[in-house]
């Protein structure tokens, strides 16, 4: 009878710490909500405020930026913690280029809705709401589409690049390969050995966001992306390293898919900036009415 006891201590023991340790695991994988500073108006930009609803009853909050009918239709999606406020330095130059240009802020981050977590394949059902309403304006129903993602953002994108046949082109900035490496990289900045505390995490990630790592990892969706895809990586980017994006390049279907290493960080938008010619370029290409795909 003692022994039973002192096992059904321990075992209850373990269990608390299990659920104490999910509980901050979670906590710990929060995203940073950065709130939106300042209006389009403050901006000196020209757009309206829009609001759409995404999964889960969820409202998602964005901006528009009208530019001229039938030059195409470019949609932005920020990174892990940021907002579509930080994304005004790339969507600037392509409404001036002519452009019309949706920006939105993912759950839980800039002025959206809340939710239970944030996930990359949460980032992509919400750049799947933001293409979702685009389809019920007028100008959604026969302009070219073309997605931009930064970082989650990117890798969000090609994830639903890949499910889709209406997207004309796709940029990716600083995408991460796989989610393993991500995590393995978080792992050892909390100084967690893999076995067993890492092991037990990358699995746990994988059941709470109900998906396998494989399954969603950019060097997998590379492969199903029909379209043009342009990756573009800061060559001193320590966050995501460069290797990273060779290997989404490496493991390329086709010739469509560019890569493009630019000196900068991980955040290369200041850079992104002094190459806007070559960005311009590659969308008008591939949004111009001779390579949209019906």
């Known amino acids: 009878m003692t022994v039973f006891l002192a096992t059904l201590s321990i075992t209850s023991t373990l269990i608390v710490l299990f659920m104490l340790f999910n509980r901050r695991l979670r906590r710990?994988?929060?995203?940073?909500?950065?709130?939106?500073?300042?209006?389009?108006?403050?901006?000196?930009?020209?757009g309206q405020d829009i609001r759409f609803p995404t999964q889960r009853g969820r409202q998602l909050e964005g901006w528009f930026l009208p530019g001229n009918q039938g030059q195409g239709l470019v949609v932005i999606t920020h990174g892990w913690g940021a907002n579509r406020e930080l994304m005004l330095p790339l969507a600037r130059p392509l409404q001036?280029?002519?452009?019309?240009?949706?920006?939105?802020?993912?759950?839980?981050?800039?002025?959206?809705?809340?939710?239970?977590f944030s996930s990359m394949p949460r980032f992509a059902e919400d750049l799947d709401a933001a293409l979702t309403w685009l389809k019920?304006?007028?100008?959604?129903?026969?302009?070219?589409?073309?997605?931009?993602?930064?970082?989650?953002?990117?890798?969000?994108?090609?994830?639903?690049?890949?499910?889709?046949?209406?997207?004309?082109?796709?940029?990716?900035?600083?995408?991460?390969?796989?989610?393993?490496?991500m995590m393995c990289r978080w792992l050892a900045e909390k100084g967690l050995p893999y076995f067993p505390l890492g092991w037990y995490v990358l699995n746990y990630v994988q059941w709470i966001i109900g998906h396998r790592f494989d399954a969603?990892?950019?060097?997998?969706?590379?492969?199903?992306?029909?379209?043009?895809?342009?990756?573009?990586?800061?060559s001193d980017d320590t966050t995501v390293p460069l290797e990273e994006a060779k290997a989404i390049w490496a493991h390329r279907r086709c010739d469509t898919v560019t890569l493009r290493i630019l000196p900068g960080e991980h955040d290369a938008?200041?850079?992104?900036?002094?190459?806007?010619?070559?960005?311009?370029?590659?969308?008008?290409?591939?949004?111009?009415?001779?390579?949209?795909?019906?």
Request: neutral net charge.
């Open 28 to 46: 710990s994988l929060t995203a940073p909500r950065e709130p939106i500073l300042k209006s389009l108006a403050q901006h000196g930009i020209t």
């Open 96 to 116: 001036t280029t002519g452009f019309s240009v949706l920006l939105f802020d993912a759950r839980n981050h800039g002025s959206s809705d809340n939710d239970t």
């Open 136 to 181: 019920t304006q007028p100008i959604g129903q026969n302009e070219p589409l073309a997605l931009i993602g930064h970082s989650v953002g990117a890798a969000a994108t090609l994830l639903v690049a890949s499910r889709r046949n209406d997207i004309s082109a796709v940029v990716s900035l600083a995408a991460f390969a796989h989610p393993n490496g």
């Open 216 to 234: 969603i990892a950019p060097i997998n969706t590379i492969q199903s992306v029909s379209c043009p895809v342009l990756l573009i990586h800061g």
């Open 269 to 294: 938008s200041d850079k992104i900036e002094q190459h806007r010619d070559e960005l311009v370029i590659f969308l008008t290409r591939h949004l111009s009415p001779k390579t949209t795909r019906s």
